[in-house]
């Protein structure tokens, strides 16, 4: 099992930042992906950033890039998003992300994100214009 605790979301204006946090415990696959999504009111829930676990490298949604970083302290066994340049249109509750024994071993293909096997409870991020 795999528990992960998302924080740090709030109320922004829009050009603002936030950094969510995703702490995780339990048995985390190394061997997959951990990631952040994000569902509005009245939209589904779509993969926003993910990361490999070894070796690090990153993903990310179309509408995010060159605003959101995702970024990982193993030492910590936490997971970050680093959220700039925040627009009214990421106004969404985010969820954390991990892979279980038999999900998640990839983040995403040819835009189409692989569900994880775990989630958080998520955190709400509200952006005013």
């Known amino acids: 099992q795999v528990q992960l605790v998302e924080s740090g979301g709030g109320s922004v204006q829009t050009g603002g930042s936030l950094r969510l946090s995703c702490a995780a415990s339990g048995y985390i696959y190394d061997n997959k992906c951990m990631g952040w999504f994000r569902q509005a009111p009245g939209k589904d829930r779509e993969g926003v950033a993910g990361l490999y676990i070894v070796g690090g490298r990153t993903y990310y949604a179309d509408s995010v890039k060159g605003r959101f970083t995702i970024s990982r302290d193993n030492a910590k066994n936490t997971v970050y998003l680093q959220m700039s340049s925040l627009k009214p249109e990421d106004t969404a509750m985010y969820y954390c992300?991990?892979?279980?024994?038999?999900?998640?071993?990839?983040?995403?293909?040819?835009?189409?994100?692989?569900?994880?096997?775990?989630w958080g409870q998520g955190t709400q991020v509200t952006v005013s214009s």
């Open positions: 992300a991990a892979g279980s024994s038999d999900r998640y071993a990839r983040c995403v293909s040819d835009g189409t994100w692989y569900s994880p096997g775990y």
